[in-house]
């Protein structure tokens, strides 16, 4: 029993320590950890990280070796409820006495690891914290479907809704792809090759094998997810509308008809070399399905890492089926013609000629002649003959030249990068031997494109990811480089975002045997990351050795931080050479405070870690570092000030350009309103000056009327003057207003003034004179 127990706990007391309740104190953790020294045992050994990390140590088996520990039988599931039950309330008892007992203690950690195997948990695996850094912004797609409606259906517990991204999606459309080619080169054979169509029990099975695949791929097919708005669809009835409405269910329907029903109008037994072709071809209708194999076949070349290998493989089943089904048709036509009738036709006399493998060999050779047209053949001796070779003859024109063709060009593709390359090195050394460079010289540019070919194949990152957006250019860096930049201490302060932008700007070099990466005085423009490889730092006489510097070494940070007071001036203070071929990260000045720019926290802490480099060689000037600071600070409290004075004046200015805003718009809108009642006092005015005109045009004949016969005397003044004329004077109208000849001491009527105050005082002149008038005559 207690074998057992233990058994059951071995391995996992780590995850056991790291479960306990937090009702225990933290000198119960400590001590249950040094106990815990039976399965973790210390290690010196350095981690991936840099720090000493612990090694896990597997107990020895308490069994023996041909024999498997024992496991839970299954009729003790029934009471695994009982003892988890059991388990939990000395685990409560345990943390009551305060965990005290050293017995109880460890019969606490044994139970809670029996607990963890029976419920099926899994050793946590350690959290690494570049990844979980990084993994900190990464969106994991949730479980349940976005689009999932309310009424979607269920099918034995299960939501039918398939993602077509996941990889068993892709898995089944290669198994829906092999019972479609089984039928593509099954189907017309066994229809033409009697002797095959003989074994009913086996092709009964995997004819209906087949076929259920079809079945169950349809269900599939009418569920499968799309995306809609970026987002995958997977609502049932959303799914069935999509499917419905697209082409692909008139060909699942008729693969899926039931044509197996006509081989009851087939005569049993009838299928031989006097009857063809066999009941089998009323099967072809399976052959509607190929648009799922083709989407297996884009979908594998999207996703293998070798696309012109599979491409080549694609285009040779291409060629080797069209072969196929060309040889069934010549035994075809040549059962029509008949067998042995002439010597183009297959002559099936004989023993040999009468078996199976024979015949189809002979009619495959005949059709790879034929279609290749590198061969000679039987001469075609009647009509029928001479058209199928013809046939044959432009097929393989056509068909042929273009696969033979795509095999050329991928053949070539493959060997781009190499040519590439190759003609990259015959210039470099067409360039050396014009310029005489040395032989040592050469040889050694020669060996570095040897190295850079054989680990990289002097692949050009930057251009192959160049389509990529920043996001997955920055997740690809992370995963190909990460055991090199999960040694850098240097990034383990910094933001996700801002590691996503320094890992970006990293450029790749590699130095060769003796090269000098850095010499003491050169002036600081990159700093280096060791990616592979070995560097010395050496003194000024190139020999002795001061350090060694290995895979996540991280130097040269100082001069590019520009630190003021640095004794150096920026400049690099060791010589630094590659001890062999040596991978380097190179990070450059201006792309490093390009990158911090947006982060002055980051910033703040590597400044700080470059001055605790300098104090430590004693290479900063603290009075000048100080001063500097002060005045950096002096700075950003004026630029802050700046920046506040520029925003509340820019807010001012956006005040009061909205206020002009607002009184032009209010001035068009009076402006608007004057000239509508300008038009309309036009509108009036000339109804009024038609209206006083006539109004006067009719006085005036009234004062005509009135002054006939009558006598006339001298006028007071011009006002009071009589309007009367003699009868016998003329009147003449021209145009709308009256005019009349006068005669001394009287006033005449002169043209119509055209301003209406003048009218007006006019009109009221004359009403006067006819009134004073009126009263002289009586």
Same mark, same amino acid.
């Given at each position: ?8 706990? !071995? ?93 109880? !203690? ?211 089943? %291409? ?186 700007k990293l450029r790749l070099q590699v130095f060769s045997p003796g090269d000098y990466i850095c010499r ?53 203070? %060791? ?95 009076r402006l608007n309103k004057l000239e509508l009642r300008l038009i309309e006092s036009d509108e009036d ?19 005509? !009327? ?47 003034? !055209? ?24």
């Open positions: 029993m207690w074998a057992y127990i233990l058994a059951a706990a !071995r391995g996992d007391s780590r995850n056991a320590i790291r479960k306990r309740s937090t009702a225990t104190n933290t000198d119960d953790h400590l001590n249950s950890y040094r106990e815990s020294k039976v399965f973790m045992l210390p290690s010196s050994v350095p981690g991936p990280s840099g720090l000493n990390s612990r090694k896990e140590y597997k107990t020895p088996k308490l069994y023996p070796k041909k024999r498997s520990p024992p496991s839970i039988h299954p009729m003790t599931t029934s009471i695994s409820s009982k003892l988890e039950e059991g388990i939990e309330n000395f685990e409560e008892q345990s943390v009551e006495e305060g965990g005290k007992n050293w017995v109880q !203690r460890q019969m606490s950690r044994v139970t809670r690891n029996l607990r963890c195997r029976i419920s099926g948990e899994g050793r946590e695996k350690p959290s690494d914290w570049f990844l979980d850094k990084f993994a900190a912004q990464t969106f994991t797609d949730p479980e349940e479907p976005i689009y999932q409606a309310k009424g979607s259906k269920l099918l034995c517990g299960l939501k039918l809704a398939f993602d077509p991204t996941l990889p068993t999606h892709y898995h089944w459309l290669a198994v829906v792809s092999l019972a479609i080619l089984y039928n593509v080169v099954l189907v017309i054979g066994r229809a033409v090759f009697w002797e095959l169509d003989k074994m009913t029990m086996i092709w009964f099975v995997l004819d209906y094998l087949c076929d259920a695949i079809y079945v169950v791929d349809t269900i599939v097919h009418i569920h499968e997810g799309y995306l809609e708005q970026g987002l995958m669809v997977k609502d049932s009835t959303m799914l069935r509308r999509h499917y419905l409405t697209s082409e692909a269910w008139r060909y699942d329907v008729i693969s899926l008809l039931p044509t197996d029903m006509a081989y009851y109008w087939w005569t049993p037994g009838t299928c031989s070399y006097q009857r063809l072709p066999c009941p089998v071809i009323v099967r072809l209708n399976r052959l509607f399905r190929l648009p799922r194999m083709w989407e297996w076949f884009d979908r594998t070349e999207t996703a293998t890492s070798y696309p012109n290998v599979f491409r080549i493989c694609k285009v040779v089943l %291409a060629i080797l089926v069209l072969i196929h089904w060309n040889a069934c048709l010549y035994f075809a036509i040549s059962y029509a013609i008949g067998f042995g009738s002439d010597n183009w036709v297959y002559n099936i006399t004989g023993a040999r000629n009468e078996t199976l493998a024979h015949q189809y060999i002979y009619s495959f050779y005949w059709s790879t002649l034929t279609l290749t047209t590198i061969g000679e053949t039987p001469q075609p001796e009647i009509d029928v003959e001479y058209l199928f070779v013809v046939a044959d003859f432009l097929a393989g024109v056509l068909i042929f030249a273009t696969i033979v063709g795509n095999i050329g060009s991928m053949i070539s593709n493959m060997n781009v990068a190499r040519v590439e390359f190759q003609n990259k090195m015959d210039g470099v050394k067409q360039y050396m031997a014009f310029r005489k460079v040395s032989g040592e010289l050469e040889a050694r540019v020669i060996r570095w494109f040897a190295y850079t070919w054989a680990e990289s194949g002097a692949l050009d990152e930057e251009n192959v990811l160049s389509s990529l957006p920043d996001k997955l250019k920055a997740e690809i860096a992370i995963r190909v480089h990460l055991d090199t930049l999960r040694k850098v201490r240097i990034f383990q302060d910094c933001e996700p975002g801002l590691l996503e932008a320094l890992v970006l003491k005085g050169d002036v600081g423009k990159e700093m280096y990351i060791v990616k592979r490889g070995r560097l010395q730092v050496v003194a000024d006489d190139g020999k002795t050795v001061l350090a060694t510097l290995s895979a996540g070494s991280v130097f040269g940070e100082v001069s590019v931080l520009e630190i003021a007071g640095n004794r150096t001036g920026n400049r690099r203070t %060791a010589n630094v050479r590659a001890l062999g071929y040596s991978d380097l990260f190179c990070l450059a000045k201006r792309d490093l405070w390009e990158a911090l720019a947006d982060y002055p926290d980051a910033r703040a802490t590597l400044t700080e870690r470059g001055c605790q480099l300098l104090r430590k060689d004693g290479l900063l000037d603290e009075t000048v570092f100080q001063n500097a600071q002060t005045t950096q600070q002096s700075l950003e409290e004026t630029v802050h000030q700046l920046e506040t004075t520029v925003e509340m004046l820019h807010n001012r200015l956006q005040g009061l350009l909205s206020d002009f805003g607002e009184q032009q718009a209010k001035l068009k809108q005015t000339d109804v009024e000056e038609d209206t006083t005109s006539q109004d006067e045009s009719e006085l005036r004949s009234d004062i005509i !009327r009135s002054c006939d016969g009558a006598s006339y005397s001298a006028m007071p003044s011009p006002i009071q003057s009589p309007l009367c004329y003699a009868p016998s004077y003329p009147i003449r109208e021209r145009g709308h207003s009256l005019t009349v000849e006068s005669t001394p001491g009287l006033l005449p009527i002169t043209k119509e003034p !055209r301003s209406k105050s003048l009218r007006l005082k006019r009109f009221q002149q004359q009403q006067e004179a006819f009134k004073w008038s009126a009263n002289q005559n009586k």
